[in-house]
C-alpha cells in the first residue's frame, strides 16, 4: 500500500527526506499532481506531497520579482500578476487537461520542473531563464538555497539552470523567486490562410527575422485549426499560420500593417485582435483543446525549424507547429510503442530530439521517455544526480532508468 506523506514546512519537509535518506525509502515527489503522468513512471512505496506548502511570499512589482512557495497554484500566480499588469513571459504551459487534471491545478514548481515554456519562448526565452533562485531540500536531507532575487547573480553555481527541468529528481523545491515582466497592453494576431507545412515555415522564418518583433509564431493545419475556439480560425476550412504581436496600441498597429505588407500574396489574411487573440495563443501553449484525443501518445519534438515539415511529413497522427516550426506537437494513435522508433529516427535526421509527453504507464515504462543520452552525457547525469541524490530517493527513474 503507497502512504502519502504530507509536510506542512520546511522543517518537516526535511525530516521526511532525511529519514527517506537513512532507510535508502524511494519518494514520488509530487505538488499539485496535474503532471504525475509526465516521465516514466516511478517506483516508490511513498508518495511525498508538497501541497502544504503554498502561498505568495514576496511580490515587488516594482523590482519585477516574485517569490512563491513551491506548491503555490499558478492560477493564484497568475492572478496576482494581472492584477498589477504584469506576467511570466517564459508562458509556462498549463497542462492539466492534458493528463486530465482540473485546468489551472499546476504549481510554479511544477512549471518549473517541467520547464515547458509557451509561444514567447522564441522571443522571451524559456523557463531556466526567468527562474531566479529557489530554496530547497537536497536528497542528503539538506535544506539549501540557490541564486537569489536579481537577475545579475553571478556568485556560485548556477544552480537554478540544473534544477530547472530536472522533474524533482534532484531536490525538492520548497520556493522559488521568478523574474516578471510587464504584461503587453495590446495583443494582435495576424492570420494567414491556405499555406502547406513547408510554405508556413518559411512565412514564420521571414516573420521572426523582420523588425515586426513578432512574439509568436504558430502554423495550424486545416484538421487542427478546426478545433479551435475562435470561430475566424475555425470556420476557415483551411490551415492557419498565425503571427502574434504585442506592444503598446500604436505600435501593434503599426507593426501588423508593416507585417500585412511584407507577407502579401503568400495567402489571404486577417487579423485577431484581444481576447479572440489571447484565447488562440492559449490553445496553442496548452495543447488539449487543438489535440483533444485523451487516449493518444501526444510527443513533443524539438527540430530545426526549416527541417520540421519535412521530417513529420511521413508520421501521420495529428500535429501543429509552435516557435517559428521549431516545435511540433504530435498526436499518434495509442498502439504499440506509439511510433517512439519511427519518430526518434525522423526527428535526429533532422537534428533534433522527441520526448514522449504523455502516454500509457505501461508504454512509459518500455520506451524512452526523453531522448536517449549520448554515453558521455549520461555519465554527467549520473554525477549529478549522486552530487543531489546520493541514496536516488527523490523521484528515482523518472527521467532515465537507474537515475
Known amino acids: 500500500m503507497v502512504e502519502t506523506l504530507k509536510p506542512a514546512t520546511d522543517a518537516q519537509l526535511r525530516d521526511v527526506v532525511r529519514w527517506a535518506a537513512a532507510e535508502e525509502v524511494p519518494l514520488e515527489v509530487r505538488g499539485g499532481g496535474s ?31 516574485l517569490t512563491a512557495a513551491a506548491a503555490t497554484p499558478m492560477a493564484e500566480i497568475e492572478q496576482a500578476l494581472q492584477s498589477r499588469s504584469q506576467m511570466l513571459a517564459f ?11 482540473p485546468p489551472g491545478s499546476g504549481t510554479i514548481a511544477g512549471a518549473l520542473g517541467v520547464a ?10 524559456g523557463a531556466r531563464d526567468h527562474l531566479l533562485g529557489f530554496q530547497a531540500v537536497s536528497g542528503r536531507g539538506e535544506i539549501y538555497k540557490g541564486g537569489g532575487k536579481v537577475v545579475k547573480n553571478v556568485t556560485g553555481y548556477d544552480l537554478p539552470k540544473i534544477i530547472c527541468g ?25 492570420l494567414l490562410f491556405g499555406l502547406g507545412d513547408a510554405a508556413a515555415a518559411q512565412v514564420m522564418a521571414d516573420a521572426l527575422n523582420s523588425p ?5 509564431a504558430a502554423h495550424l493545419p486545416a484538421a487542427i485549426a478546426g478545433r479551435s475556439g475562435v470561430d475566424l480560425v475555425r470556420d476557415a476550412g483551411e490551415s492557419v499560420t ?11 498597429a503599426a507593426r501588423c500593417e508593416s507585417l500585412r505588407r511584407l507577407l502579401a500574396g503568400r495567402g489571404r489574411d486577417e487579423e485577431l485582435h484581444s481576447m479572440r487573440s489571447l484565447r488562440l495563443w492559449r490553445e496553442i501553449r496548452d495543447v488539449a483543446a487543438l489535440l483533444p484525443d485523451p487516449q493518444a501518445c501526444l510527443w513533443r519534438l524539438s527540430m530545426p525549424p526549416a527541417a520540421a515539415a519535412a521530417a513529420v511529413a511521413g508520421l501521420g497522427g495529428a500535429r501543429y507547429f509552435d516557435w517559428g516550426g521549431g516545435l511540433v506537437w504530435l498526436a499518434m494513435p495509442a498502439t504499440g510503442d506509439g511510433g517512439t522508433e519511427t519518430i526518434r529516427h525522423a526527428v535526429g535526421k533532422a537534428g533534433g530530439h522527441a520526448t514522449l509527453v504523455r ?11 526523453f531522448e536517449p543520452q549520448p554515453s558521455a552525457l549520461a555519465a554527467v547525469t549520473r554525477r549529478v544526480k549522486e552530487g543531489f541524490d546520493p541514496r536516488r530517493i527523490l523521484n528515482p527513474g523518472r527521467m532515465y532508468a537507474g537515475v
Not at 502516454?359 to 521517455?369: C, D, I, L, N, Y
Open 116 to 125: 515547458l515554456s509557451g509561444p514567447r519562448r522564441i522571443k522571451a526565452g
Open 166 to 190: 530536472a522533474f524533482g529528481t534532484l531536490s525538492v523545491l520548497t520556493e522559488v523567486t521568478v523574474k516578471v515582466l510587464p504584461a503587453p497592453p495590446k495583443t494582435r494576431t495576424v
Open 212 to 216: 515586426c518583433e513578432v512574439s509568436g
Open 359 to 369: 502516454g500509457s504507464e505501461a508504454m512509459r515504462a518500455a520506451v524512452p521517455v
Open 242 to 252: 498565425a503571427l502574434r504581436v504585442e506592444g503598446t496600441p500604436g505600435s501593434v
Open 35 to 65: 503532471r504525475a503522468g509526465f516521465g516514466r513512471p516511478v517506483q516508490a512505496g511513498h508518495v511525498l506531497v508538497t501541497s502544504e506548502l503554498r502561498g505568495i511570499l514576496s511580490y515587488e512589482p516594482e523590482e519585477l520579482v
Open 91 to 101: 508562458e509556462p504551459v498549463d497542462s492539466s487537461a492534458v493528463f486530465g487534471a
